[in-house]
């Protein structure tokens, strides 16, 4: 079942950031982690108007996140005031200073989704899929005509998903300086009517 993250109790963000990280911490491990830090922060950034989630039905648990970015913001505001928190202050200033180099390539045009996990266990099963429908959906409410999505380079089985589902590729960037920070040559921008 797709939900809105904000209409479920706290405990439900905790749940998004564990699965955000277990699938995304490999790329972000160099800047925010270790875990623990990362998981902090991560709860405190999270902005639960910008997410959708798939929630089991029986015992509610979130087992699927996307995270989608429109005019109004993204599914994390990483501001200095809580990076500072978290990995103090210059901790939190050369970290606010990558973040911010990234956000540079965001595209409020279209719809961004901004980060899209499914837990492993219950991958192969179209919830995936079904985020993705949930987020068109969204779009359209919100006005959008486009959806746009960045996928690594090396992340073939997603990129092949975004295919089926009427995603063409838009660009390509390449990450420079920071690929060592991320462990990734670059990303795909990838769009498809909503
Ligand atoms: C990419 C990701 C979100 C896809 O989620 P998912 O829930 O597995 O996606 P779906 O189930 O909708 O589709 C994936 C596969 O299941 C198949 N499938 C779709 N609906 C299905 C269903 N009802 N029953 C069985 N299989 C199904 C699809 O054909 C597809 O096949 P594949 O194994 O060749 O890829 C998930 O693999 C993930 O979290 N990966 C790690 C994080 C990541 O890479 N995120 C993307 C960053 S851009």
């Known amino acids: 079942m797709i939900r809105r993250l904000d209409g479920l109790p706290p405990a439900a963000t905790d749940q998004a950031a564990q699965l955000y990280w277990a699938a995304f911490g490999t790329k972000l491990g160099r800047l925010l982690g270790p875990e623990a830090r990362a998981l902090d922060l991560l709860a405190r950034v999270i902005r639960a108007d910008h997410a959708l989630v798939a929630v089991t039905r029986d015992r ?45 390539d965001v595209d ?28 068109a959906a969204e779009a359209r409410a919100r006005g959008y005509e486009r959806l746009r999505l960045d996928v690594a380079d090396h992340n073939i089985r997603a990129r ?18 920071l690929a ?13 009517a909503v």
Request: aromatic content about 10%; charged content about 15%.
């Open 108 to 135: 409020n045009a279209r719809f961004l989704i901004d980060g899209l996990a499914v837990h492993p266990d219950w991958q192969g099963q179209g919830l995936g899929s079904a985020l993705i429908d949930a987020l």
């Open 160 to 177: 092949a998903l975004y295919e089926r589902l009427g995603f063409g590729v838009v660009g390509h960037q390449r990450l420079r300086l």
């Open 60 to 104: 509610p648990r979130v087992v699927g996140v996307a995270g989608f970015r429109s005019t109004a913001g993204g599914f994390m505001s990483f501001g200095q005031r809580h990076l500072a928190a978290v990995y103090g202050d210059w901790g939190g200033l050369w970290r606010s200073a990558v973040l911010r180099g990234l956000a540079g």
């Open 180 to 192: 060592p920070v991320f462990g990734i040559r670059g990303s795909t921008a990838m769009d498809r």
